[in-house]
């Protein structure tokens, strides 16, 4: 039985999938666009509720992929919110960033934009919600991916 790793091939940063999905792509090293991102969301008084380790759980069945994270992130007062205007939105928790080192050498960073996911509800407060935490979102990932310097995103 052959029990050599299989590559598990993927297309390096993926495409820009805008207006549903929002894209950065930075130099930094991986690990520390982790550290910074968790670090940014934890500034903005939101929690990260799990990270899952994609490359972790593909290496349980012998595949082999680049370093990848996804960081799931939300706050009980966004849920009650979220809750209070209409219950079935349940399913757009909690907001969610995926890492994944780049071939290319660059770490890709994205994200699902909530302001459309919320707005297709067709509730005032959901879609009130949906552009606060799209404004969050991208608050969180500019501040991870700046440096001070200059913005080391792309």
């Not at 930094?28 to 500034?43: D, M």
């Not at 972790?56 to 009980?76: D, E």
């Not at 459309?116 to 552009?131: C, E, I, M, V």
Request: aromatic share 8%; with cysteine.
């Amino acid at each position: 039985m052959d029990i050599s790793a299989i590559d598990a091939d993927y297309s390096d940063g993926g495409r820009q999938h805008e207006p549903f999905q929002h894209l950065r792509s930075t130099a930094l090293p991986f690990k520390e666009v982790l550290e910074r991102l968790r670090a940014a969301i934890r500034a903005e008084d939101v929690m990260v509720l799990q990270e899952i380790d994609p490359q972790a759980i593909l290496a349980r069945s012998n595949y082999v992929i680049g370093a990848m994270r996804q960081v799931l992130f939300f706050h009980p007062r966004l849920m009650t919110r979220l809750l209070g205007a209409d219950p079935s939105a349940l399913l757009e928790a909690p907001l969610k960033f995926s890492v994944i080192a780049g071939r290319e050498g660059l770490v890709h960073v994205r994200w699902q934009d909530p302001a459309s996911a919320f707005a297709r509800y067709g509730k005032p407060a959901l879609t009130k919600l949906g552009d606060e935490l799209a404004d969050l979102c991208r608050v969180i990932a500019d501040a991870a991916l700046n440096t001070g310097r200059h913005a080391d995103f792309y």
